[in-house]
T-cell receptor
Framework: DAGVIQSPRHEVTEMGQEVTLRCKPI?????LFWYRQTMMRGLELLIY????????DSGMPEDRFSAKMPNASFSTLKIQPSEPRDSAVYFC?????????????FGDGTRLSIL | DQQVKQNSPSLSVQEGRISILNCDYT??????FLWYKKYPAEGPTFLIS?????DKNEDGRFTVFLNKSAKHLSLHIVPSQPGDSAVYFC???????????????FGKGTHLIIQP
């Protein structure tokens, strides 16, 4: 079975540019999560969706960040405008339902570098 | 304020011996705890979990122990193998986790090195 698929794997862009990260969850999973990993803060949750509906976006750092899930098989995380401090690895994860008893399965991440 | 703490950034263990990775948490509202394993340039991979109503869960070479009164959990790997060399993350889930009701709150990870 295909796992969670993220694209691109690497993104290098100049500050001020718009960045769009993409995620395809595991088929049949109805919960989707976006995480960010930095050296200073480790892995932290940004936002999650249940049945395509955003449930909690309290982890989104600023209004420059937005996420959408137009259908069950696709989600985007957008940063506009991007800043150097947004440089991090961004992970998408999906699970069958919500709650800790439904383990989340992670994609391989997008390594984002903002110059 | 870190709600999930892994105080050992790295751990070196000889092949064949037991590896013990530790994790402490502060939020008594957490109700599930999970361990993930991560190789470089890959996403975290789910290993094993435990509900707060249990004190032990075992899966092959991996056992997780939970001590609720001490707010402490540990992952035991027996016997340790070279392929176990990776970063191990402890994570917790539950209400008021700071990650939303269903998001995961992660520790910063322990780099396990298995020496031949």
């Amino acid at each position: 079975d295909a796992g969670v698929i993220q694209s691109p794997r690497h993104e290098v862009t100049e500050m001020g540019q718009e960045v769009t990260l993409r995620c395809k969850p595991i088929s049949g999973h109805n919960s989707l999560f976006w995480y960010r990993q930095t050296m200073m803060r480790g892995l932290e949750l940004l936002i999650y969706f249940n049945n395509n509906v955003p449930i909690d976006d309290s982890g989104m750092p600023e209004d420059r960040f937005s996420a959408k899930m137009p259908n069950a098989s696709f989600s985007t995380l957008k940063i506009q405008p991007s800043e150097p401090r947004d440089s991090a690895v961004y992970f998408c994860a999906s699970s069958l339902g919500t709650g800790g008893n439904q383990p989340q399965h992670f994609g391989d991440g997008t390594r984002l570098s903002i110059l | 304020d870190q709600q999930v703490k892994q105080n050992s950034p790295s751990l070196s263990v000889q092949e064949g011996r037991i590896s013990i990775l530790n994790c402490d948490y502060t939020n008594s509202m957490f109700d599930y705890f999970l361990w993930y394993k991560k190789y470089p340039a890959e996403g975290p991979t789910f290993l094993i979990s435990i509900s707060s109503i249990k004190d032990k869960n075992e899966d092959g070479r991996f056992t997780v122990f939970l001590n609720k009164s001490a707010k402490h959990l540990s992952l035991h790997i027996v016997p340790s193998q070279p392929g176990d060399s990776a970063v191990y993350f402890c994570a917790a889930s539950g209400m008021y986790s700071g990650g939303g009701a269903d998001g995961l709150t992660f520790g910063k990870g322990t780099h396990l090195i298995i020496q031949p």
